[in-house]
T-cell receptor, first 111, second 116 residues
């Protein structure tokens, strides 16, 4: 599994768009990029996954540049309930059964 | 979406006793489940990989005789913390990979263990 680097923490205000960038310089050809969200005392929840370019779902967008050495999770118009820890994971989920979590980004939304 | 449950959600026990935590995949089959431990303000740490019908694979530094894992069916894995001590107090989370799915693991809600 490729090593990832994320900001330790971020603050933002309600209604703003929040972008969290993850660096993964050693990403392999077969690796996917997956983001999870975790609230206190809960298990992680899948947010979005992508391989290249842009992926969008009802919750977030994921931007991946052509070299795939980084990715950006974009949360549109955040609310207080988006306060959580966000984890960026990189790996070939078909081959690498286990997921190793990095430190994640602690996002704090202010009113 | 696929659901993974854990039981109990929280447990308090006395030092020296054993505690069993169950992890179930409710609407899919999982040949592989994973057990994590999470201390306050820290990330999830993988403890072991639970394989249906075979022995679990433990991560370095995790005592297999202390954390017993049994994966007896395609929908159930159990973690038993034997002779628990206060330092074992933590948040234990399991995850399961859908054998019929691709590229996604589903996590349980976690179990809060407090050892007095």
């Amino acid at each position: 599994l490729a090593k990832t680097t994320q900001p330790v923490s971020m603050d933002s205000y309600e209604g703003q768009e929040v972008n969290i960038t993850c660096s993964h310089n050693n990403i392999a050809t077969n690796d996917y990029i997956t983001w999870y969200q975790q609230f206190p005392s809960q298990g992680p929840r899948f947010i979005i996954q992508g391989y290249k370019t842009k992926v969008t779902n009802e919750v977030a967008s994921l931007f991946i540049p052509a070299d795939r050495k980084s990715s950006t999770l974009s949360l549109p118009r955040v609310s207080l309930s988006d306060t959580a820890v966000y984890y960026c994971l990189v790996g070939d989920m078909n081959r690498d059964d286990k997921i190793i979590f990095g430190k994640g980004t602690r996002l704090h939304i202010l009113p | 979406g696929a659901v993974v449950s854990q039981h109990p959600s929280r447990v308090i026990c006395k030092s020296g006793t054993s505690v069993k935590i169950e992890c179930r995949s409710l609407d899919f089959q999982a040949t592989t489940m994973f057990w994590y431990r999470q201390f306050p303000k820290q990330s999830l740490m993988l403890m072991a990989t639970s394989n249906e019908g075979s022995k679990a694979t433990y991560e370095q530094g995790v005592e297999k005789d202390k954390f017993l894992i049994n994966h007896a069916s395609l929908t159930l894995s159990t973690l038993t913390v034997t002779s628990a001590h206060p330092e074992d107090s933590s948040f234990y989370i399991c995850s399961a990979r859908d054998v019929g799915g691709v590229n996604e693991q589903f996590f349980g809600p976690g179990t809060r263990l407090t050892v007095l």
